[in-house]
């Protein structure tokens, strides 16, 4: 997917995890929902925990400081904190030292391109070199 800089990766969640298909490892179509996502606190709502929660899927996201406060706050009607497997999130560095790898290439991290498609490619690009 695809966004302007401006726009909340939080609201694209629905439509990225919709377009989600892997290889299973034994034969049959390929799968589309997979058994734990690992995200950061941007995505930590009430909204998405939900959807996870009714699709199986299991979720490591640290709650936000504020998340944390408000349900502090509220004593017993704020229920139980989420849970969180802080060695189960450690895993996510993969997912970040890609992006920092990738934020190398001085047209991904400024974004010179005009169109999606040419992002796109330059994208494309870039993973095929550190790829090689």
């Keep these: 997917m695809l966004t302007g ?4 990766d939080c609201t694209m969640f ?3 995890l919709a377009g989600v298909v ?12 997979p058994h734990r996502v690992i995200a ?12 996870l ?6 979720a490591t996201i640290p709650e936000r400081r504020d998340q944390q406060a408000n349900r502090v706050r509220r004593g ?18 993969v997912v970040e030292r890609c992006f920092n790898r990738l934020k190398q290439f001085r047209a991904i991290a400024t ?5 999606a498609l040419s992002y796109q ?12």
């Design 14 to 16: 629905h439509d990225v």
């Design 5 to 8: 800089g401006n726009t909340n």
């Design 22 to 33: 892997f290889q299973r490892q034994v034969a049959g179509r390929p799968a589309t929902r």
């Design 121 to 132: 490619a330059m994208l494309d690009l870039a993973t095929l070199t550190i790829w090689l």
């Design 40 to 51: 950061d606190k941007g995505y930590s709502s009430r909204a998405i925990r939900t959807h």
């Design 76 to 93: 017993q009607a704020g229920g139980r904190p989420p849970a969180f497997d802080p060695a189960i999130y450690k895993r996510r560095n």
């Design 111 to 115: 974004r010179y391109d005009k169109t």
């Design 53 to 58: 929660r009714q699709r199986g899927i299991r």
